[in-house]
Antibody
Framework: QVQLVQSGAEVKKPGASVRVSCKAS????????IHWVRQAPGQRLEWMGG????????KNSQKFQDRVTFTRDTSASTAYMELRSLRSDDTAVYYC??????????????????WGQGSLVTVSS | DIQMTQSPSSLSASVGDRVTITCRAS??????LNWYQQRQGQAPKHLIF???TLQTGIPARFSGSGSGTEFTLTINSLQPEDFATYYC?????????FGGGTKVEIK
C-alpha cells in the first residue's frame, strides 16, 4: 500500500534551518510529484510548493520563495523540504503529500491523494 | 491568489443528521475543487475531487456539488467517525489554496 513516512519532530532556534524528509513506498516514486503543506496551530492548511519526482522541477509558493528548497533522491524514494531562516511563526506541522492527476472526460484535475503523518517543527529560542 | 472561504467555521450536529458545508472562491475555478477530512491529530484525507467525484473508498453519504465560485459538501446521515474538520482546496491555479476549515462537532 502507498505510504509516505516523514522524519521526526524538530526543535530549532530562530534563524536556523530545518530539513524534513518524506520516504515513499508502495508505488513507483518517479510517477508522482510530492508537495508540501504546513499547518500552524489552529490555522488553515498552507501550501508551500513541491517537486516533480521524475525531473526535479520545483514549484514554490511566493510566500516561501527565498527560504525553501525542495529536493528528491530517486534512489531512496525520498523527498526533502528545507526551510531556512526560521522564525517563531514557522512553528507548524509540515506534511508531504502525493499529487495525483486524474483525467476524466478530457479534463484533468489534481489533488493530494496520500499524505505523510506530519512532522512538527517548533521554532523557539 | 485565489481566496477560499468556508462557512460555517463550525457546526454541531447529531448522528444521523444531514450536514452541508459551503466553500466560496474569490474567482471562478470551474470545478477544480477538492474536499479533505482531517480528524484530530491526523493528516488530511482526500474525499472528493473535481467538485463532485468521490475518491475511491469514500462512503456514498459524502457528496459534493457546485462550479464556478460556490461549492458544497454534504454528508448524509452523519456517522460518529465523521466528526472532524473539513477543508476545501482549489487546484485551478497556483498557489494552491485551502479554505479555513469547518469543524463538525457532536451536539
Amino acid at each position: 500500500q502507498v505510504q509516505l513516512v516523514q522524519s521526526g519532530a524538530e526543535v530549532k532556534k530562530p534563524g536556523a534551518s530545518v530539513r524534513v524528509s518524506c520516504k515513499a513506498s508502495g508505488y513507483t516514486f518517479t510517477t508522482y510529484a510530492i508537495h508540501w503543506v504546513r499547518q500552524a496551530p489552529g490555522q488553515r492548511l498552507e501550501w508551500m510548493g513541491g517537486i516533480s519526482a521524475v525531473n526535479a522541477k520545483t514549484k514554490n509558493s511566493q510566500k516561501f520563495q527565498d527560504r525553501v528548497t525542495f529536493t528528491r533522491d530517486t534512489s531512496a524514494s525520498t523527498a526533502y523540504m528545507e526551510l531556512r531562516s526560521l522564525r517563531s511563526d514557522d512553528t507548524a506541522v509540515y506534511y508531504c503529500a502525493r499529487v495525483r492527476v486524474a483525467s476524466i472526460t478530457g479534463g484533468m484535475w489534481s489533488y493530494f491523494d496520500y499524505w505523510g503523518q506530519g512532522s512538527l517543527v517548533t521554532v523557539s529560542s | 491568489d485565489i481566496q477560499m472561504t468556508q462557512s460555517p467555521s463550525s457546526l454541531s450536529a447529531s448522528v444521523g443528521d444531514r450536514v452541508t458545508i459551503t466553500c466560496r472562491a474569490s474567482q471562478s475555478i470551474s470545478n477544480s475543487l477538492n474536499w479533505y477530512q482531517q480528524r484530530q491529530g491526523q493528516a488530511p484525507k482526500h474525499l472528493i475531487f473535481a467538485a463532485s467525484t468521490l475518491q475511491t473508498g469514500i462512503p456514498a453519504r459524502f457528496s459534493g456539488s457546485g462550479s464556478g465560485t460556490e461549492f458544497t459538501l454534504t454528508i448524509n446521515s452523519l456517522q460518529p467517525e465523521d466528526f472532524a474538520t473539513y477543508y476545501c482546496q482549489q487546484s485551478s491555479s497556483f498557489p494552491v489554496t485551502f479554505g479555513g476549515g469547518t469543524k463538525v462537532e457532536i451536539k
